[in-house]
T-cell receptor, first 114, second 109 residues
Framework: ETGVTQTPRHLVMGMTNKKSLKCEQH?????MYWYKQSAKKPLELMFV???????ENNSVPSRFSPECPNSSHLFLHLHTLQPEDSALYLC?????????????FGPGTRLTVT | RKEVEQDPGPFNVPEGATVAFNCTYS??????FFWYRQDCRKEPKLLMS???SGNEDGRFTAQLNRASQYISLLIRDSKLSDSATYLC??????????FGAGTRLTVKP
């Protein structure tokens, strides 16, 4: 199933590096999301975009910077991360942002910060 | 209090067993509820929505109790392929999903 794709699947980076995560959805959806999943913790919503406009930023540190150039693509730019930022980063999309819309997740990028 | 709390698990059950998971939520204004399933090292996928009147999908039954603010998932006749982590999801009135930490289920032969 390739509805939502993410690259890279695995990333190891030093604290001084700059890298970007990419997400692409092929479902014609209008809303896209970034989540962080740490071991034994709930998924944490980071950013929400609806029709390319950022509608939510859940107190995420500025070392994470999202970009949504169009409704099919979503990026997460990373710089000067900390070891505690190591986690699985999941992208998701839904038809629209609303109560009854199923979210479809990508396979995630497993990030390790050394 | 956490927004969404689930049974800590893990649940280890034999094939054919019936198993139930509970989930409580803190925001009484929550309007939509779901169960997602996440296999090991995979992404979450929607298992089923939870409706006020309760709903069933094959071996899976979901129920909602608004007064007590909890949701349940019942799995009958467990299969090996049911082994996964089950995520309780609640949408409060601001339209974004809130996830529980998940309950891990292992079904053994």
């Amino acid at each position: 199933e390739t509805g939502v794709t993410q690259t890279p699947r695995h990333l190891v980076m030093g604290m001084t590096n700059k890298k970007s995560l990419k997400c692409e959805q092929h479902l014609g959806h209008n809303a896209m999301y970034w989540y962080k999943q740490s071991a034994k913790k709930p998924l944490e919503l980071m950013f929400v975009y609806n029709f390319k406009e950022q509608t939510e930023n859940n107190s995420v540190p500025s070392r994470f910077s999202p970009e949504c150039p169009n409704s099919s693509h979503l990026f997460l730019h990373l710089h000067t991360l900390q070891p505690e930022d190591s986690a699985l980063y999941l992208c998701a999309s839904s038809q629209d942002r609303g109560l009854d819309y199923e979210q479809y997740f990508g396979p995630g990028t497993r990030l390790t910060v050394t | 209090r956490k927004e969404v709390e689930q049974d800590p698990g893990p649940f280890n059950v034999p094939e054919g067993a019936t198993v139930a998971f509970n989930c409580t939520y803190s925001n009484s204004a929550s309007q939509s509820f779901f169960w997602y399933r996440q296999d090991c090292r995979k992404e979450p996928k929607l298992l089923m929505s939870v409706y006020s009147s309760g709903n069933e999908d094959g071996r899976f039954t979901a129920q909602l109790n608004r007064a007590s603010q909890y949701i349940s998932l019942l799995i009958r006749d467990s299969k090996l392929s049911d082994s996964a982590t089950y995520l309780c999801v609640v949408i409060p009135n601001n339209n974004d999903m809130r996830f529980g930490a998940g309950t891990r289920l292992t079904v053994k032969p």
